[in-house]
Structure formats: structure tokens, C-alpha cells
């Protein structure tokens, strides 16, 4: 289902999913862990923020087709197979990213959903979907936080 991080009701939701999630929690596909899979969300929510620098990986299907099925919370298929790879520069597992704590993850993934409601002006474009308004960024940071809630079944 289609939602958006600006969404008043939707961010209490997350945040509920989240706090169920424990050091231990075993997702259902993947090589995340659960702290892992909470600090590669925040780390994909800074994209919003121009933090990371990330090269223009777009072509035609993924800032169309693909976009599409994000932005819409539709999930990809292959998932469950761990056919879906994450960008380099947010492979916390790949790229030896540290960790904290889950609860300081929590508390930091909390803190970037927090600065992504509260500013008004985020990135204009995104490393493989192209050009994305503020609300595209609101749906992408519900979709991908969904996705992967899910992965770990909270």
C-alpha cells in the first residue's frame, strides 16, 4: 500500500514496527542483521539530505518502471531470494559500515525520519531513480523502511 513518511499516522506505525525489532530478530531473507537492516536505513535516508555522494546510476527503466514500483510500495520480485542488492555507498554489511547498539541505531534511524519530516527542501534526484520531489522522497522512505520491516516480520 502506498504511504508517505509525512503522513501524520504513518511515522508512529514505523516507529512502533521498530521498536519490536531485537538484537536477535532473524530476517527472513538477506545478510542483515537487525542492527545491520536499522543502520542501513538511516543511511539511505541521508541520501535524502545530499550527504552521501552518490554517482547518477539512472537510466530508462529505473526512473520510470522501477521508480514506479517503489514509490508505490510494490514489492520486487526476487526479494525473498536475495536478488535485490543495495548501493554501495549504503551496503552496511559490504562496505563494513559500524554499528552501534540496536537501540542507538534505532535511536539514530528515529532521528533521520524526525529531520526528514522537518525539512522542507530535500535532494533533487536520487542515485538510480532520477529526479524526486520532497513527496517522492516521503514515499520512498515509507517503502523502503516497509520492505525491509518486513524482511525482519515486524
Known amino acids: 500500500m502506498k504511504h508517505s513518511i509525512f503522513e501524520p499516522e504513518v511515522k508512529p ?3 512502533k514496527r521498530v521498536d519490536k525489532l531485537k538484537a536477535d530478530t532473524k530476517g527472513k531473507w538477506g545478510k542483515l542483521n537487525a542492527t545491520q537492516m536499522i543502520r542501513h536505513l538511516s543511511e539511505a535516508n541521508r541520501m535524502a539530505f545530499s550527504e552521501i555522494p552518490m554517482p547518477d546510476r539512472s537510466n530508462l527503466l529505473t526512473r520510470t518502471l522501477i521508480k514506479w514500483m517503489f514509490l508505490n510500495n510494490i514489492k520486487p520480485p526476487g526479494r ?8 554501495p555507498e549504503v551496503d552496511v ?30 535532494s533533487e534526484s536520487h542515485t538510480a531513480f532520477g529526479k524526486m520531489s520532497r513527496e ?6 515509507y517503502a523502503h523502511a516497509d520492505y525491509h520491516l518486513t524482511q525482519f516480520g515486524v
Open 13 to 15: 506505525l514505523l516507529f
Open 80 to 87: 525473498e531470494k536475495g536478488k535485490i542488492h543495495t548501493f
Open 93 to 122: 554489511v559490504g562496505s563494513g559500515i559500524a554499528v552501534e547498539d540496536i537501540e542507538s541505531e534505532k535511536k539514530r534511524y528515529k532521528a533521520t525520519v524526525d529531520r526528514l519530516i522537518n525539512t522542507p527542501v530535500l
Open 136 to 141: 517522492d522522497w516521503g514515499h520512498l522512505a
